[in-house]
């Protein structure tokens, strides 16, 4: 929905921000400031020297300004030090006047690095040049306070005077100004210490990090400062949890001593520890990056170019999925990277998995593994589904080279289970386990292209034909379910001759069959609006194959309401479309609720269909009939699945709907999810819920609906004959 306006992506990307903070944030724990100690006891015992020393000549140049004797030295200039002193005093009484004093906080330990004579360090720390700046890349009215960076040691550590930094203008375009890619960690400032100014202060931490992620395609985990007068907590945001300090008063010796350890910590620690990813470079010679994948069972790790990222890390927390197109090879200039000769897909990701690898039954690495035995030599769906090529855990280096599994058990050690036993802001209680989540990375051929990129209706059936069809093998002679059916997860291969071939990809969420039913259906899986009901619902029905075939049908409707350029329609297309923006909008149990009234029979299922544009939904001739096309492929796939002939599975609201009749006692109107008038005659009585019938046949079912698709794809496929130029 990228065509929302920037007001709702901004009004949005504020209400997770909140939301996030109030899931994901706990506060107090201790450790989190010795996640930046460098590995290597030399280095760590040489930075602790530099911090010790640092902070000693600040406490005398503040005792000394305290004394009225402006002195200052060459690191923190006279013309800096009053705004220190006001800063760590608490005199400053608006926000922007933190941030001089802030600024020159930074500098001063930079410079201190910079010219001390210990084991050298890796890098600077230094504040943007800018202060309540919007990045270069914002398309929203975002601004960030500080923006910290990580500079070469030859940086000139210069400095403005105080008066320059209180003045800058609001809004700078220029060169000088930073981009979210450039940035390390934020630094989000208030002047009140309430509970709902360090609530605000997270906040604003948290929607400016997603963007760093957005942007960063190297980053793994990020940093964060937050100051509420002269408290600082320290953040430390991975993949599923974020973890505050115990609040440092700047006001105190200690209090500064500390955020000065932190500070040239930061400048010696190893890259990772900055939560950047070693394993992926940027290569200035020939304006790609390159990216090493661990290789298959234990083999040297490949390393592949890219120049095209093609899905995002676009949330704060998750899988953090990435992909990119890449190839073995090195780019011409000009050249994209999915054009070259053996050109690969890479998934880079963070999925909730055990560390001991024998018991990852989620594994894709090892799905795919599965799938390219089992269907090697099945022509019926060559190239219609991954081939691994290179892939596993990714591994971090360590100072003395062993390397070890990039994991958040191992990257965040204590400081995860002490954040597991922490509150969160306000003392609100938080969920008691953290679990573990573990970096992966998979290079896969072939190379497919998204279906808004499908040039007809029948092309559309064509590819989701395809991959239905490789599905049902993969259920078949694997004993695999993908469980997350949905438009990113269908592509299209475009032949020589200018025919298509559809792709199923995204083995993230599979489970293998024999799993116990209550590992199959333990999570909610999947994408809102192709999401099946009894996954929306989390109810306690097996997940079986008809859950992905539920959600062919709704991707077939998406794409016949919105059309196929679906990835720019904007909040307010949706809205337009009121029986879409049913399965768009509203809880997970609402929307499962709507989209059991629409599927429960033809009459009410063409609420969706009538809403169909004509693009999408030409007439054709079908067994000497007029027919709307898609509106007759997605009806037979409905009416196969849900008014199929097996005792007690016809209906989709059954038990629900005597239920609520009795709840509403038949004097009150009933709820949008009720049809105004009864549904097929044969609907199931009692409190039998025909989902759970049905998930007793899927098996019988399931052919059933391939059978229907396969019949529609040989129609698209003969309209595609007779429309060719």
Not at 50 to 74: F, I, K, T
Not at 220 to 247: D, E, H, K, Q, Y
Not at 418 to 443: E, F, S, W
Request: proline residues 6%.
């Amino acid at each position: 929905m990228r065509g929302a306006t920037s007001e709702q992506i901004r009004s949005l990307h504020e209400i997770e921000a909140a939301a996030d903070v109030e899931a994901y944030l706990r506060v107090d724990v201790d450790g989190v400031l010795e996640l930046a100690a460098p590995e290597d006891p030399a280095k760590c015992a040489a930075a602790d020297r530099v911090a010790r020393a640092a902070s000693e000549a600040l406490e005398a140049l503040l005792a000394a300004a305290a004394a009225g004797q402006q002195q200052g030295s060459p690191d923190l200039p006279g013309a800096e030090l009053p705004d220190v002193q006001k800063l760590v005093n608490g005199g400053c009484r608006v926000e922007r006047q933190m941030y001089p004093g802030l600024v020159y906080l930074v500098r001063y330990v930079a410079r201190r690095v910079k010219g001390s004579d210990e084991a050298e360090p890796h890098r600077l720390i230094l504040p943007t040049d800018l202060v309540d700046f919007k990045c270069l890349e914002e398309t929203e009215d975002q601004r960030i306070d500080i923006g910290l960076e990580c500079r070469p040691l030859d940086s000139d550590v210069s400095h403005l005077p105080a008066e320059s930094i209180s003045r800058l203008p609001r809004c700078v375009v220029g060169a000088s100004r930073a981009g979210y890619i450039n940035l390390f960690a934020i630094l989000e400032a208030k002047i009140g210490t309430s509970p709902s100014s360090a609530a605000a202060a997270h906040a604003q931490l948290f929607q400016y990090t997603r963007m760093v992620y957005e942007t960063q395609y190297d980053r793994r985990f990020a940093w964060g400062v937050t100051v509420c007068g002269t408290g600082v907590r320290v953040c430390v945001l991975g993949p599923n949890f974020a973890a505050a300090s115990p609040c440092i008063s700047l006001a105190t010796e200690d209090g500064r001593a500390a955020l000065v350890r932190l500070l040239v910590r930061w400048s010696f620690c190893e890259e990772h520890q900055l939560g950047y990813d070693p394993s992926i470079a940027y290569e200035p010679d020939s304006a790609c990056w390159s990216i090493q994948v661990p290789g298959l069972g234990g083999a040297a790790a490949e390393t592949f170019y890219t120049n095209e990222m093609f899905a995002i890390a676009d949330r704060l927390f998750g899988r953090h999925t990435r992909c990119f197109y890449a190839s073995p090879t090195v780019p011409r200039p000009g050249q994209l990277t999915s054009a070259c000769d053996g050109a690969v897909v890479i998934k880079d990701m963070w999925p909730e998995a055990p560390e001991d690898e024998a018991a990852d039954v989620r594994d894709e690495i090892k799905h795919l593994t599965t799938i390219s035995a089992e269907l090697r030599g099945v022509d019926a769906v060559a190239g219609m589904y991954p081939t691994i090529v290179a892939g596993g855990r990714v591994q971090l280096p360590r100072h003395d080279g062993d390397p070890r599994h990039d994991t958040t058990p191992a990257v965040f050690g204590a400081v995860l289970q002490r954040a597991a036993a922490a509150k969160g802001l306000g003392d609100r209680d938080m969920p008691p386990t953290i679990p573990p989540r573990i970096h992966k990375r998979v290079a896969m051929t072939p190379v497919g292209r998204p279906l808004r990129e499908l040039a007809s209706p029948y092309e559309l059936v064509v590819a989701v034909a395809h991959a239905m069809r490789c599905h049902s093998e993969i259920v078949a002679r694997c004993g695999i379910l993908h469980r997350d059916i949905s438009p990113n997860n269908i592509m299209f291969v475009r032949e020589t001759d200018g025919g298509i071939r559809g792709l199923l990809i995204d083995f993230d969420h599979a489970i293998s069959l024999t799993c116990a039913p209550a590992e199959a259906r333990q999570d909610r899986t999947g994408t809102l609006p192709f999401m099946s009901i009894g996954n929306l619902k989390q109810s306690d029905v097996e997940r079986t194959a008809l859950d992905d075939w539920e959600s062919v049908i709704y991707i077939l409707c998406w794409f016949g309401v919105i059309g196929l350029n679906s990835e720019l329609v904007s909040y307010d297309e949706i809205g337009k479309h009121p029986q879409l923006k049913k399965w768009v909008f509203g809880a997970h149990k609402e929307i499962a609720a709507e989209k059991r009234a629409h599927l429960d029979n033809g009459r009410h299922f063409a609420q969706i269909t009538d809403e169909f544009n004509e693009a999408m939904d030409p007439e054709v001739a079908i067994d000497g009939e007029s027919q709307w096309f898609l509106s007759f492929v997605v009806e037979g796939l409905r009416s196969a699945l849900i008014d199929n002939g097996y005792p007690h599975c016809q209906g989709a609201l059954n038990p629900h709907r005597a239920k609520a009749a009795r709840r509403m006692g038949g004097n009150a109107p009933a709820p949008s999810f009720l049809p105004s008038k009864p549904t097929v005659s044969n609907a199931p009585t009692g409190s039998q819920d025909p989902f759970a019938c049905r998930a007793q046949r899927w098996r019988e079912i399931s052919q059933d609906l391939m059978n229907r698709l396969e019949r529609h794809c040989r129609i698209a496929q003969g309209m595609l004959e007779l429309t060719a130029p």
